[in-house]
């Protein structure tokens, strides 16, 4: 009677498992408390982002004033000071490959350009972007059903001693010939969720978002970036565009990024735009 019983009782666990269906999906990457993501200063590579051909790019629509960027979260690259193989933020790291990548989605708010003259006809365009209503950025695991791994918010503050809304980009322009004549730079800062699992990352509550490479641009009737600006320049507003990048994900640090109180901030941003605007007059 004990071995039919033992009989029953492996059998009736093994329908359980069958009926149970196939294994829950786990996060790729979970990180351990003392974990921590690289900052843009360390030589590593920290988190590397990247649109693709398809739904995945960046796009800015005029009418509604929002950027969105859609792209993929290819490799989490970080360092744990209680992992003896990569203890520093300098020198080594414990890399994990996504497969698939997480999906990341950004938005922000134009918040208008400046125009600081460097010689001749030869200017500096940086483009401002602030935070939107509601949640700015979200990046989910596509392995684990979507499940959401990091949120936050575009963040205002101080970058290299400047103010800035916390999305920038920015190029040299020939105003006179209607060429750039640098490759488009950016960063962004982000307050982060800390009811996230990747927050306990970034230390700080802080990250940045580095655009290592802007390209394709497309203003939906063939011009390219110099036909952008141009058509930009004119209006004296962002016109709709859209375009390929790929960048960096990093820890900051109160080196590279000081959150400032919103009021100050905006002051200062609403001054700059004015001697924007009154350069542009001139």
């Known amino acids: 009677m004990l071995l039919l019983g033992s009989r029953f009782t492996i059998a009736a666990a093994v329908g359980a498992l069958l009926w149970a269906g196939p294994a829950a999906a786990v996060p790729q990457f979970t990180p351990s408390l ?12 920290g988190s590397d982002w990247d649109t693709a051909t398809g739904t995945e790019e960046i796009e800015y629509d005029s009418g509604t004033g929002q950027l969105t960027i859609t792209a993929g979260l290819d490799n989490e690259n970080w360092f744990d000071p209680a992992n003896g193989a990569c203890p520093t933020d300098v020198g080594s790291n414990c890399a994990s490959a996504y497969d698939p990548n997480l999906d990341i989605v950004l938005k922000a708010d134009f918040a208008g350009f400046t125009i600081t003259p460097i010689a001749g006809t030869i200017v500096n365009l940086q483009f401002n ?9 979200t990046i989910t695991d596509p392995d684990d059903g979507g499940s959401t791994q990091l949120e936050g918010n575009v963040q205002a503050g101080l970058f290299g001693g400047l103010p800035t809304t916390g999305l920038s980009a920015s190029v040299v322009y020939d105003t006179g010939s209607g060429t750039a004549l640098s490759a488009v730079n950016g960063n962004a800062f982000l307050s982060v969720d800390a009811g996230t699992p990747h927050a306990t990352l970034f230390g700080t509550d802080f990250l940045g978002l580095a655009f290592g490479s802007l390209s394709g641009f497309d203003d939906g009737g063939g011009g390219g970036l110099n036909a952008i600006i141009a058509a930009s320049l004119l209006a004296g507003d962002l016109v709709s565009f859209t375009a390929e990048g790929e960048g960096q994900v990093f820890r900051t640090t109160s080196a590279d990024f000081v959150p400032e109180p919103a009021t100050w901030l905006l002051l200062a941003t609403g001054l700059v735009g004015l001697m924007g605007m009154g350069r542009r007059q001139s």
């Open 34 to 45: 003392t974990a921590l993501l690289h900052t843009q200063s360390s030589g590593q590579p």
């Open 129 to 137: 972007f602030a935070t939107t209503a509601g949640v700015d950025l």
